[in-house]
């Protein structure tokens, strides 16, 4: 039996899906409301009017599914472009005046913010304006940006549209902030932007951003170590944007990255430690209504302290029905509640469906919801201490199985030790967790002086720990390629797993069954695929050189930068090359980068020709690819060596009129010259050409 609101979230969910991926672009407000209104009369209508009993059930039926898609889809689209008439980049403007969004995120030579806008200025006429523009303002040591939440600015027009990804497998961040209604961004120099006044945000959200910077600040003094403070900052409080790079990836490889997270954990772990302290107001007169209402009012100052995500917010609902049902006597009914809270989420932020943390934190509700019991029930150890970490195994596995097709979709990589790395972060997380909340809450400055040296111990214990399984054998599995049918295939096997567990269904063992081994098929398929591949790729690294000869699983990494660790090796390359080998595996070659250096490179049965300056060495006969870089003037002399149906890639470092004057003067096929600039990398292989 599918439970009520479950029925109300998935017609909504479909709504939103389909305005996602279809967008009529002329829709309006009035027709979305004339439709709702007249689908609403049509509900009131059928349920009140006796005549038409006869149609009752299935009319409104109808009429309530056509009314949660088309409320899905209007909030699905509302925020587009197309269809607001005054968003600000179709409005002509020298400058923007709007509010900081959100808590300015502050980095080594820059500050980037959203900014909701207000009004377009132009020549001195103001229009009224709206829509959220991404800004990057360049700072310097030397002169210091003091901008906050709430804020209003006025920004130069500068104004362009987000770029999608230019390289395989690169992260989307065009999606990743359409996702949050942003399309456009900005990049400004501090005279290009004009502090206008201050506190101009939600009263509410403005407090929680105070609350934490004061907490925050009062952790840097007590805890000792630097690494410890950026942990513990995410941990209680969601703020991950300062923690470096090699503790971020020990919890990612050990499948404990969620502890970095605030989630349903944390606000469990609040939800417990409220809980214990005000328990003994139960014994009183109204006590379990004055604890009921403190808990509540504690619990949702802590979701607006992390910074309200959809893991938060879900839990943070999830409790709340959780106490109102116990306050009036009513059975809680799991996935009901936890459909309720998703819908109440998706209402107030329809576009967190697609959010990566909106999707795990449901799948592995859900999997703990309806696989756990049923595991549960298969074996459990007398022994109390055994039960417990057995219990702790089965709900890291069922979470963990829910959420496999999603995390290898979006992540390509699967953490072999994770029943491991979950039991043994398990005890410390709840440690730190109170630990910290008891720091946060203390006023005595002798204790928080120890309780500070405890927390130091207990984190640098835990990240030791977890860095010593990064470095275990096979501890990462990388380089899966999981295609959206997989996703859904995967997601159906576990939904039968469930099944065959709960009905000791033989039908649903067989789909499961079948499932799988479609899927082992594809994965097989695909990587046969890897081991015949040879090929070449020549990716958008803007005026850099970065350029990958494959085969045969193994890579060869010729670049401009000087290590394989320079982070925009990372960020634009190795998330492609993971998919053909281990980055301590991919050979490295550095190409010097002294002016006036021209190179000849040798990989496979292929010549490639890397052009800086005039060429005045001898060539071979032919050659298979010619690579311009580096701004300078270039020689016509290995165009001339070209070989027939070989290729000319000049990078993002050239004008495109120079580029172009070359070509004429050559004579060059322009059907030979592949561009990188704003466009996707040049790849290659011996069985297909594409660009």
């Not at 275990?472 to 797993?497: D, M, S």
């Not at 040798?602 to 032919?622: F, N």
């Amino acid at each position: 039996m599918v439970v009520p609101m479950v029925k109300v979230l998935l017609p909504y969910v479909l709504g939103i899906a389909w305005g996602h991926y279809f967008v009529v672009q002329y829709i309006n407000l009035l027709v979305v409301v004339t439709v709702l209104s007249i689908l609403g009369a049509g509900i009131i209508f059928l349920h009140v009017y006796p005549r038409y009993r006869y149609w009752k059930s299935s009319g409104i039926t109808v009429c309530a599914l056509l009314f949660l898609i088309t409320l899905g889809y209007w909030s699905a689209v509302k925020t587009r472009p197309a269809v607001q008439s005054d968003y600000f980049a179709a409005i002509d403007a020298d400058h923007y005046i709007g509010q900081i969004a959100d808590e300015p995120v502050v980095r080594q030579k820059s500050i980037r913010f959203p900014l909701h806008v207000q009004s377009a200025q132009q020549a001195g006429h103001v229009t009224s304006a709206q829509g959220i523009l991404m800004v990057t303002i360049a700072r310097s040591d030397s002169l210091k940006i003091s901008l906050k939440y709430g804020d209003i600015i006025a920004v130069a027009n500068r104004i362009k549209e987000v770029p999608p990804p230019h390289n395989p497998h690169e992260f989307d961040y065009k999606a990743y902030l359409a996702n949050k209604d942003v399309w456009f961004q900005c990049f400004l120099s501090t005279e290009q932007y004009q502090l206008l006044s201050h506190d101009g945000g939600n009263f509410l959200v403005a407090t929680a951003l105070r609350a934490r910077k004061t907490l925050m600040d009062k952790f840097d003094v007590y805890l000792q170590n630097e690494k410890a403070f950026q942990v513990v900052s995410a941990l209680i409080f969601g703020h991950r944007s300062q923690i470096d790079s090699d503790t971020l990836q020990a919890f990612t490889d050990t499948g404990t990255v969620h502890v970095l997270s605030v989630s349903g954990l944390h606000v469990g772990l609040v939800f417990g430690f409220l809980n214990f302290l005000f328990g003994w107001l139960d014994r009183r007169r109204y006590g379990k209504i004055i604890r009921s209402t403190i808990i509540l009012l504690s619990i949702w100052s802590y979701v607006v302290l992390t910074g309200m995500a959809a893991p938060i917010l879900r839990a943070g609902i999830m409790i709340s029905f959780f106490l109102l049902s116990t306050l009036i006597g009513r059975k809680q009914v799991p996935l009901n509640t936890l459909a309720a809270s998703a819908f109440f989420i998706l209402l107030y932020a329809p576009k967190s469906l697609f959010d990566v943390g909106f999707q795990l934190s449901y799948l592995a509700i859900a999997g703990i919801v309806l696989l756990y019991p049923y595991m549960k029930q298969c074996y459990l150890p007398a022994n109390t201490y055994l039960a417990w970490i057995v219990e702790y195994s089965y709900v890291s596995i069922a979470a963990q199985l829910f959420t496999l097709p999603v995390v290898l979709y979006y992540f390509g990589q699967f953490p072999t030790y994770f029943l491991f790395g979950n039991l043994f972060i398990a005890l410390p997380s709840t440690a730190i967790m109170y630990v910290g909340l008891t720091l946060a809450l203390c006023p005595f400055h002798i204790v928080n002086i120890y309780l500070g040296k405890l927390l130091d111990m207990l984190l640098a214990f835990s990240i030791a720990g977890l860095e010593w399984m990064t470095d275990l054998p096979f501890a990462v599995i990388r380089g899966i390629a999981w295609p959206p049918l997989l996703v859904v295939f995967g997601l159906l096997f576990v939904v039968g797993l469930t099944i065959s567990l709960a009905n000791k269904s033989k039908g649903a063992i067989l789909v499961s069954t079948g499932l799988l081994g479609t899927m082992g098929a594809i994965l097989c398929w695909q990587f046969i695929g890897k081991i015949n591949y040879a090929g070449l790729n020549v990716y958008n690294v803007r005026s850099g050189l970065a350029l990958a000869y494959i085969e045969d699983r193994r890579v060869a990494l010729f670049s401009s930068f000087d290590s394989i660790s320079h982070p925009t090796l990372v960020f634009h390359v190795l998330p492609d090359l993971a998919y053909y080998a281990d980055t301590d595996a991919i050979q490295f070659i550095p190409i010097p980068d002294e002016k006036n250096r021209n190179a000849l490179i040798h990989v496979g049965d292929q010549t490639i020709a890397l052009v800086t300056e005039k060429w005045t060495t001898e060539t071979p006969d032919s050659i298979d690819f010619a690579i311009w870089y580096n701004h300078n003037i270039i020689s016509s002399y290995p165009m001339q060596k070209l070989k027939k149906g070989g290729q000319i890639i000049i990078n993002g470092s050239h004008t495109d009129n120079l580029m172009a004057r070359k070509i004429r003067e050559t004579n060059t096929d322009i059907e030979a010259v592949y561009w990188l600039k704003d466009n996707f990398a040049y790849v290659w292989n011996r069985y297909q050409l594409w660009k």
